[in-house]
């Protein structure tokens, strides 16, 4: 490849790889794992995340990188156009109108899923999710139902490292509850999230997949506790597994790698 001759070029080429290392990565890598990926210096990688970071592009924990917020809410823009969106796009409209709850799609990015449609109730309570968020695997309806989705060797590898964080009382915070629930939730077809992650929201999820069988996207219905209907099933389930079914052909069609 020729050098280029734009002012800046060069820098931002190191910039886009580091970055690029740390969206490939299998886990969030540390600056040294990224020095190795990159081929850069430490101390240039370490210039380079900084940078990222501060402008929320990455995200660091515990030594570790991950994407960060402003670039996830970036690409859920460019998902916003996408043929996922635009496929369901039907679906999603019936699915809250039937059940006359907050919908969302949501696909898997690192350890989160993201928000990349939302359908309001039109009850005079909303909720205070937004296109663009993440949310995280272990605890939300969206997250669990993509993980008990996935074939055991990559549900492991995403496992090995995921951070538990107990953010309710309800809230699976630990390996062996976590597999368990995952367990129930492919026996039954649908996740629940019984507010684990917020107080007095009760969320139901399932997976969507594509042609080859492997999970894309999830969609969720979220209810506040109180107005909660009797019966779940026939009231948000039931919707959400046939919005499933009708996904299946929808997504089969969609270019490949494109959900």
Not at 39 to 44: A, K, L, M, S, V
Not at 104 to 117: C, N, R, S, T
Not at 228 to 239: G, K, N, T
Request: aromatic share 6%; charged share 20%.
């Amino acid at each position: 490849m020729s050098e280029s001759k734009v002012a800046g070029a060069a820098a931002f080429a190191k910039f886009m790889t580091v970055l690029q290392a740390v969206a490939d990565a299998p886990q969030p890598p540390t600056a040294a794992a990224l020095a190795r990926s990159s081929g850069y210096p430490r101390p240039t990688v370490y210039r380079i995340v900084a940078a990222l970071a501060e402008q929320g592009m990455v995200a660091e924990t515990d030594g570790a990188y991950r994407l960060g917020p402003r670039l996830l809410a970036l690409a859920s823009r460019a998902w916003s156009q996408f043929d996922l969106r635009a496929a369901l796009a039907a679906d999603l409209q019936a699915l809250r109108d039937a059940t006359g709850e907050t919908v969302h799609l949501a696909v898997p990015a690192g350890a989160e899923m993201i928000y990349i449609d939302k359908l309001e109730s039109p009850g005079p309570v909303r909720m205070a999710s937004r296109v663009g968020a993440a949310v995280a695997l272990h605890s939300s309806a969206v997250g669990k139902a993509y993980l008990a989705a996935l074939g055991e060797p990559a549900r492991e590898r995403l496992l090995r490292d995921l951070p538990l964080e107990s953010r309710m009382p309800g809230t699976v915070a630990s390996l062996p509850a976590l597999r368990a629930a995952l367990a129930e939730t492919a026996a039954r077809g649908y996740a629940l999230d019984n507010e684990e992650n917020e107080p007095g929201i009760v969320c139901y999820g399932v997976a969507l997949r594509d042609a080859a069988g492997q999970p894309v996207a999830c969609v969720s219905v979220s209810t506040l506790m109180f107005r909660r209907r009797d019966d779940p099933q026939s009231a948000y389930i039931e919707p959400l597994l046939r919005l499933r079914d009708a996904a299946a052909a929808k997504l089969a069609v969609l270019p490949s790698g494109g959900a």
